[in-house]
């Protein structure tokens, strides 16, 4: 069985935005309805400052809020670690909104929360999620952690990686390099 | 069919302008709702909550006039029941507004989470609506079935724990640590009685001034003892809450509980939750006085329970959360309740109005309205 993760290199984002927008197309998302978002911030300490961007998605967590709260199984882990919403499952109550640490989760014109979808159904085909392939500085690595071979496991071992807000004990899938690491 | 009086005319404004509301939520969906991504859920859990919650506590209520077997109380008995039905399917005309697909709600059944505190909602507010119309039934045909008495140990029991679990949906959540921890499913049953007890108060009083009479001061000044001793608890509690929110080492409850006190919500957590929902009546209950001064006292408590509502379920969602280290767009999510929030609210309220009112005329609640409906039900009802 795969496990399904994302490693991002934020230091190597330019901010271009273009992984939002291929995600938009690829799921003929609204303007404002969007899976990933770039997060700037400022760092270090005057005179020496400079702007760092941080994607931020689904974590596609091991432990997932919005799935234990989900009174209908409408969220649900897949066993392959992709998170997923059934929307013909989903009672639109939102719990699942308020639940997510990482703010991801928007709410469609039919009343159901959508959010990354780790482009289920085109990576089982061996393809590449949009957001990765879209890439002009190959920032995201998407792959399987259990494959030894693959992409994403050789680049993990490389660098020290963490993941956001992992003290809510959520367990993310998404890894990020740790800068100057 | 019920007989239109005068005074109807009231709620019955209020429920046209939440069926407005309700059209006009089907057609926009979320866009209708003044909540965002950021703050998911706005005034219409508040006011499902308000009403699940005042349910519970005129049912707990009801159930304690059932078993302390006081005289004073025994003719809120059935009334508590009947009352509570109808601020129960108020509720749930909210939350079933409110939800994007009311109609998926079928996998509660066929594909449950039992982890889920909505699943436990769902299922306990399910329950407590079966046994309530079984009592209700019960008081009217049977009312000394021996079976009932089982039924009414069973519905105390599913009272405690739905408006437990009411709390705990909130309290699970750890990433909003204003709303999490034990504190939030003890105090909405204190507050779940604290207005049910001003709920029972206010329509006790309604329906003797629809008769043309005055409410049995003896009962409106129980249920006045009952309010009373539940604000100087409530005040106390507010008071802990906020010292230890205020206090208390984890920034995100600081700033939600600053928010509450000298933020964004201050105005209306001092005007109308302190102020008209706690102090007020409290100085109002802690005088002797006649059923009038508890009645107005019970209004305000509703009033400013609705509000405590709404600002528990705010501040838990107004403090963005730490997603990256150093990042914060807004220095707080704000929230407005759009027209249609405030049109569906009013038509809650309006709804649980007549409902009871119905009802009041329709079974014998011991009020004296069923006998009213025929001789002076109309004629007494023009003097409210
Ligand atoms: S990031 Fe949010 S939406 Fe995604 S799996 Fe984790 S809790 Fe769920
Ligand atoms: S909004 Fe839908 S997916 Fe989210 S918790 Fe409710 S039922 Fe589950």
């Known amino acids: 069985m795969a496990h399904y993760a994302m490693l991002i290199d934020a230091a190597r984002c330019t ?14 998302l609204p303007p404002d309805v969007f899976f ?3 997060e700037f911030r400022e760092a270090g300490k005057y005179p020496d400052v400079k702007q760092e961007i941080v994607p931020v998605q689904c974590m596609h967590c091991d432990n997932p809020p919005c799935a234990t709260v989900c009174p209908t199984k409408a969220t649900y882990k897949r066993a392959d670690g992709l998170v997923l919403i059934d929307h013909d499952k989903c009672i639109g109550c939102k719990y699942c909104v308020v639940a997510c640490p ?56 490389e660098k020290p990686v963490y993941q956001l807000a992992a003290e809510k004990g959520t367990k993310p899938r998404v890894f990020y390099v740790k800068r100057g690491g | 069919m019920p007989k239109f009086e005068r005074w109807m005319a009231l709620p019955g404004v209020l429920v046209l302008a939440g069926l407005a509301g309700a059209v006009n939520k089907l057609i926009y969906g979320e866009h209708a709702l003044g909540t965002t991504a950021a703050v998911p859920w706005g005034s219409l859990i508040a006011g499902y909550v ?19 077997g006081r005289p004073a109380l025994a003719s809120i008995e059935k009334p508590s029941l009947f009352l509570a039905l109808s601020m129960l399917l108020a509720g749930f005309g909210l939350i079933g507004i409110e939800l994007g697909n009311p109609l998926n709600m079928i996998y509660i059944v066929f594909s449950p989470n039992l982890q889920s505190g909505i699943w436990w909602m769902g299922f306990l507010y399910s329950i407590y609506m079966g046994l309530l ?42 990433t909003r640590p204003f709303w999490h921890g034990f504190y939030f499913p003890l105090y909405i049953l204190l507050t779940a009685v604290l207005s049910g007890a001003a709920a029972l108060a206010a329509a006790m009083w309604l329906s003797a001034r629809r008769q043309g009479r005055e409410a049995d001061g003896e009962v409106m000044a129980a249920l006045g003892r009952i309010m009373l001793a539940a604000l100087v608890v409530t005040a106390l509690a507010n008071a802990g809450k906020v010292f230890l929110g205020l206090t208390g080492g984890d920034p995100a409850l600081r700033e939600a509980t600053a928010a509450m006190v000298s933020g964004p919500l201050a105005l209306r957590f001092w005007a109308l939750e302190v102020g008209l929902g706690l102090l007020v009546p409290l100085a109002l209950l802690a005088k002797a006085g006649g059923g009038q001064r508890v009645f107005r006292a019970a209004v305000m408590v509703l009033i400013g329970v609705f509000f405590m509502r709404l600002d528990f379920v705010m501040a838990g969602q107004m403090v963005p959360q730490v997603v990256v280290e150093g990042v914060q767009h807004v ?3 704000g929230y407005t309740p759009t027209w249609t929030e405030w049109a569906l609210t009013g038509g809650a309220v309006g709804a649980a109005t007549l409902l009871f009112a119905f009802s009041e005329t329709r079974f014998d609640l011991g009020t004296g309205a069923t006998a009213a409906r025929g001789k002076a039900g109309g004629t007494a009802a023009a003097r409210v």
Request: hydrophobic share 45%; proline share 4%.
């Open chain 2, 331 to 333: 220095l707080m999510h």
């Open chain 2, 133 to 174: 119309m079984v009592e209700c039934y019960f008081s009217q045909v049977d009312p000394a079935n021996k079976n009932l008495k089982f039924v009414s140990a069973v519905a105390v029991v599913n009272k405690i724990a739905a408006v437990c679990n009411l709390g705990a949906i909130f309290a699970l959540i750890a």
């Open chain 1, 36 to 38: 990933n978002r770039l």
């Open chain 2, 50 to 68: 308000f009403f699940a919650a005042a349910a519970t506590g005129a049912g707990l209520i009801g159930a304690f006039a059932h078993y302390s």
């Open chain 1, 15 to 28: 901010g271009c935005a273009a992984c939002r927008l291929a995600c938009q197309m690829q799921w003929q």
């Open chain 1, 102 to 157: 990482y703010d991801v989760r928007q709410m469609n014109d039919r009343g159901i929360p959508e959010k990354c979808r780790f482009c289920a159904g085109f990576i089982e085909k061996g393809e590449q999620p949009p957001c990765v392939s879209t890439c002009m500085n190959n920032v995201r690595v998407f792959g399987d952690l259990d494959d030894p071979n693959s992409e994403l496991s050789k680049k993990m071992k």
